[in-house]
């Protein structure tokens, strides 16, 4: 199996929505952000499959010196060997791919935030910065596409967080913050016992309510001249805010099931946009 190969069975397993907007790109441009995503999930997947939280540092170390080869030109992994080529071609900086893993290891590190300044912080680290290499990838003449790509990330790392609610209490991680669990009355008790109420629904549609004006944000500062360029964030877009719709339709119960759109749908959703920009 080739590394190219390699990145495309990992991103097809993940059975991720953005998936469906790489299926536009060019080859070349796919096989990076393919690349770049087989990464993420693999450095996630280290954290995530971790028992042992001092083993899963250990290979947090292993990786950041791996990026760190990948730049010097002597990669030994599948992912960095399939991702090293294109880090030229669309100016990928080492700085932030470090800063993914770094954002990993915020997992283990702590798994409450006292507040929406801390968690943005977080979403950073493993989603912003996401936003910005892929928008380098996707091709862009305005430099101010990078703020846009840098939002649409944080609007995708809260749409999850709200989708997966009650997975991540199953594990422990509370990523709604502190004082706002305390102002819509919501203990990390009913989380973690995965109590729904009126309060509950209530404190989701708050957080609902920022993502969506995260979105709103991120799209208005997309420079025009680089909106046909961006089409595949457009489209995760487009996937994404249709889940948070279902979402807040479903009344939030997320604790107890994971709420998620059909491929079908999805593709549907992803050829619609692209068809519109």
Not at 19 to 24: A, E, G, H, I, T
Not at 137 to 154: D, S, V, W
Not at 204 to 225: G, H, I, N, S, W
Request: glycine share 4%; net charge neutral.
């Amino acid at each position: 199996m080739s590394p190219d190969e390699y990145c495309q069975q990992k991103t097809v397993q993940s059975g991720s929505s953005f998936y469906y907007s790489f299926l536009f790109l060019e080859p070349a441009r796919r096989r990076a952000i393919t690349a770049l995503y087989a990464f993420c999930r693999e450095v996630d997947d280290t954290v995530d499959d971790a028992t042992d939280g001092s083993v899963a540092r250990i290979k947090l170390a292993w990786w950041r010196t791996e990026v760190s080869n990948m730049y010097k030109g002597t990669p030994t992994h599948p992912v960095t060997q399939a991702l090293q080529p294109h880090l030229s071609a669309y100016n990928l900086q080492e700085q932030h791919l470090q800063a993914i893993v770094d954002g990993m290891e915020m997992d283990l590190d702590q798994s409450r935030y006292l507040d929406y300044a801390g968690l943005k912080k977080y979403c950073w680290h493993v989603a912003g910065v996401v936003g910005i290499l892929s928008a380098s990838i996707f091709g862009y003449k305005n430099p101010q596409t990078l703020e846009y790509a840098e939002k649409l990330g944080l609007a995708f790392q809260l749409t999850n967080i709200i989708r997966d609610v009650g997975e991540d209490a199953r594990k422990g991680r509370i990523y709604l913050p502190v004082n706002e669990l305390q102002q819509f009355g919501v203990t990390a008790a009913d989380l973690l016992n995965a109590r729904h109420s009126d309060k509950f629904e209530a404190l989701m549609a708050f957080q609902t309510e920022r993502a969506q004006k995260m979105y709103d944000e991120a799209l208005a500062a997309l420079p025009k001249e680089d909106r046909r360029a961006q089409r595949p964030g457009l489209m995760m877009s487009a996937i994404y805010r249709t889940l948070l719709e279902e979402i807040a339709r479903d009344k939030y119960h997320v604790l107890t099931q994971r709420i998620s759109l059909t491929p079908l749908r999805k593709l549907w959703l992803a050829w619609k946009t692209y068809v519109r920009n």
